[in-house]
T-cell receptor, first 115, second 116 residues
Framework: GAGVSQSPRYKVAKRGQDVALRCDPISGHVSLFWYQQALGQGPEFLTYFQNEAQLDKSGLPSDRFFAERPEGSVSTLKIQRTQQEDSAVYLC?????????????FGPGTRLTVL | AQTVTQSQPEMSVQEAETVTLSCTYDTSENNYYLFWYKQPPSRQMILVIRQEAYKQQNATENRFSVNFQKAAKSFSLKISDSQLGDTAMYFCAFMKLNSGNTPLVFGKGTRLSVIA
């Protein structure tokens, strides 16, 4: 089937605005990861879901970042009161099972620019 | 905590030639995987090759092969017969083996340009 999709692909926000970034994982994939990729850097882990349970949110940089996956499929990453340092590409990845031996498949990312 | 270091920010290679990208990592774990991911300008991250740390044999995937030196904590990627479509950012990544949450830890990447 289709791969991981993310929307929007590009988002421009004024500082202080709230934004919501969507991830549609591959159908049936149990695990879902969010990563943040700053310009010129490698992706960095933000949070992890197994089905609807958020098992790890240790990478979220502040309490302005919030993620959910209420039905165990689509996930939304929300950033409140955006700041310029939030500008980055946000990548979503999904994995068929909860097993670490499975491959993570990445979406195309959402490029967020905060003015 | 694990760290991954890619010491070559940019590299270039002539079409049909061979190029090697370097990666070193630091970990106290004994069971882990190592990966090379390719990120073309379209930004979709694609898995190129992966290596299980418990396997001594180096992984190969067509034109891509790795040189895994566990004691030295080194994991280089060799691309043979380079093609224009190989132009991309290449990221080395580490993942410890665990149940459930096993995020990838990435290096900063190497930008590879294949020149016609």
């Amino acid at each position: 089937g289709a791969g991981v999709s993310q929307s929007p692909r590009y988002k421009v926000a004024k500082r202080g605005q709230d934004v919501a970034l969507r991830c549609d994982p591959i159908s049936g994939h149990v695990s879902l990861f969010w990563y943040q990729q700053a310009l010129g850097q490698g992706p960095e882990f933000l949070t992890y879901f197994q089905n609807e349970a958020q098992l790890d949110k240790s990478g979220l940089p502040s309490d302005r970042f919030f993620a959910e996956r209420p039905e165990g499929s689509v996930s939304t990453l929300k950033i409140q009161r955006t700041q310029q340092e939030d500008s980055a590409v946000y990548l979503c990845a999904s994995r068929y099972t909860g097993l670490s031996t499975d491959t993570q498949y990445f979406g195309p990312g959402t490029r967020l620019t905060v003015l | 905590a694990q760290t991954v270091t890619q010491s070559q920010p940019e590299m270039s290679v002539q079409e049909a030639e061979t190029v090697t990208l370097s990666c070193t990592y630091d970990t106290s774990e004994n069971n882990y995987y190592l990966f090379w991911y390719k990120q073309p300008p379209s930004r979709q991250m694609i898995l190129v090759i992966r290596q299980e740390a418990y396997k001594q044999q180096n992984a190969t995937e067509n034109r891509f092969s790795v040189n895994f030196q566990k004691a030295a904590k080194s994991f280089s990627l060799k691309i043979s017969d380079s093609q224009l479509g190989d132009t991309a950012m290449y990221f080395c990544a580490f993942m410890k083996l665990n149940s459930g949450n096993t995020p990838l830890v990435f290096g900063k990447g190497t930008r590879l340009s294949v020149i016609a």
